[in-house]
């Protein structure tokens, strides 16, 4: 399930971080990381769903 949930993050890393987390400061901080930069919203969802 996790490198589904990679995959999507590589894709839509807002999408990745809502279904390892759900609304909540992570999903909000990758939206404004993946507003401000592609590749940084995708890092911060792939370290997010590996951390667990």
């Known amino acids: ?21 759900g609304i909540g400061t992570q999903f909000w901080i ?6 401000l930069g592609y590749i940084p919203g995708i890092i911060h969802a792939v370290w997010i769903i590996v951390k667990r």
Do not use: S
């Open 1 to 21: 399930m996790d490198l589904l949930r990679i995959v999507v993050a590589i894709f839509l890393p807002p999408l990745g971080v809502f279904l390892q987390e």
């Open 30 to 35: 990758n939206i404004l990381l993946t507003l």
